[in-house]
């Protein structure tokens, strides 16, 4: 086993515990994921001292009272914050989601016997080197995610730890061993006394894993239990050619072909297909879905706000879900047209979403497809690089100017504006004052 190399501020703040005479370890994620050989994000440190005591010891720092009660401390240090918790047993739980009180203890198995799975319940420090109770070294060796004692026990006691299974086999890429898996597909439906946001953190996660496909496909029914309208598309047979997957299946499949690390378009993915089910219509060619990114907008909102996302999020993928489907001929006006309704950055994530999109659809169909998007891609590049008009701020005439040729002010300024900027971009007319000044000059007069 390689030895974990600790931060500076972690081993100050170990060393200076152990000089008071407590006993001091990190612990959790960041012991998890040196061994992974993964650079951890944060560092977490346990301790026999009660918080007093850890306050005590850093008197001369700056400390944040993050929760007392539950005997935590942070302690900045040059390189960051560390969240110092004095080891402690979990009471009861009456509601599967937050222990009735925490009582400290001195034992630090007591508080690794708390921890959710075995790969999490590992401490270290220099002295002791990996302290490893139960089996979490091993279960990193052979990709295994496994509850800390009777995994029924563990969901009951906390559902979201369900969803922190399923986020860890996404993306660590392992398997969940049987118990625990079990346990989950039993208990699946306790995620509903779970609060939204922690639900949507870990299904965050879990979409970026590089073991998605597997966890959505395998956990359909838990990802039923926290998106129910998710159910009708699992095993939905899209009777056509265009598609060798059920809808949800697709979905699967289309969430995970996306490689980027935008959670807007991850999000478009996962939710684009989830109001087909809703307009499926046979015919003798098969069945069909027509103008189901409607639907599947409105079942989005829903979604996304019982989650709790925020509003720029959600409205950004209620227009990429809208728009997944729709017709873009590859020319440089209907591109100008598309960017000036939902702006370069959502173009840009539509592209994206129709590419994985396409990619989850049967073989033969893609080719067309593909090279439509790149073309889309590339006019939309040029469009961009050559700073071509798309947006009333961009175009070479304001209100003044309409309004100097002696049109008063009111209406029919934006009226003849806008009738300018749709001969722009549908490139009737060149971005050139003059020339606008001229054609305003005559709508001017027009009427
Ligand atoms: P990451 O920080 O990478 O998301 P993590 O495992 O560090 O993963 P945290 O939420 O930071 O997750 O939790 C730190 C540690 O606390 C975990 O490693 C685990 O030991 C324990 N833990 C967190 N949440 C739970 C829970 N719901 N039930 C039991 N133990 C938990
Ligand atoms: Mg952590």
Sequence with gaps: MSRIQLTRGAETIISTLERAGHEAYVVGGCVRDSLLGEEPHDWDICTSAIPSEIMECFSGKRIINTGMKHGTVTVLMNDGGYEVTTFRI?????????????????????????????????????????????????????????????????????????????????????????????????????????????????????????GALQVLLKYSDVMSVIIPEFAPCIGFDQNNPYHEYAIYDHIAHAVSNYTGNDLTVKLALLLHDIGKPQCYTEDERGGHFHGHGVPSRDIANVV????????????????????????????????????????????????????????????????????????????????????????????????????????????????????????????????????????????????
């Design 90 to 210: 979990d009471g009861d739980y009456s509601d599967s989601r937050h222990p009735d009180s925490v009582v400290f203890t001195s034992s630090l198995r007591k508080d690794l016997a708390r921890r959710d799975f075995t790969m999490n319940a590992m401490a270290y420090n220099n002295h002791f080197g990996l302290i490893d109770p139960f089996g979490g070294e091993e279960a990193l060796r052979h990709n295994v995610i496994s509850c800390v004692g009777n995994a029924y026990d563990r969901f009951q006691e906390d559902a979201l730890r369900i969803m922190r299974a399923l986020r860890f086999a996404a993306t660590c890429g392992f398997s969940i061993q049987e118990d625990t898996s079990q346990a989950i597909h039993r208990l699946a439906p306790q995620l509903k006394s779970v609060a939204a946001e922690r639900i949507q953190s870990e299904l965050n996660k879990l979409i970026f894993g590089k």
């Design 304 to 447: 996304m706000q019982r989650l709790r996302f925020d509003n720029r999020t959600r409205e950004d993928v209620l227009t990429l879900v809208l728009y997944h489907d729709s017709v873009i001929e590859p020319t440089p006006r209907v591109v100008r047209r598309w960017l000036n309704k939902i702006g370069e950055q959502n173009f840009r994530r539509l592209l994206r979403v129709r590419m994985a999109d396409i990619e989850a659809h049967a073989k033969w169909t893609q080719q067309s497809r593909i090279e439509r998007c790149i073309a889309l891609s590339s006019i939309l590049d040029d469009i961009i690089t050559q700073g071509q008009c798309f947006t009333m701020k961009n175009l070479n005439i304001n209100g003044n100017d309409v309004m100097s040729l002696g049109v008063p002010e009111g209406k029919r300024v934006g009226t003849i504006l806008n009738t300018l900027l749709g001969r722009v971009i549908s490139g009737e007319l060149e971005n050139d004052h003059g020339e606008l000044l001229d054609e305003a000059n005559k709508l001017a007069r027009k009427c």
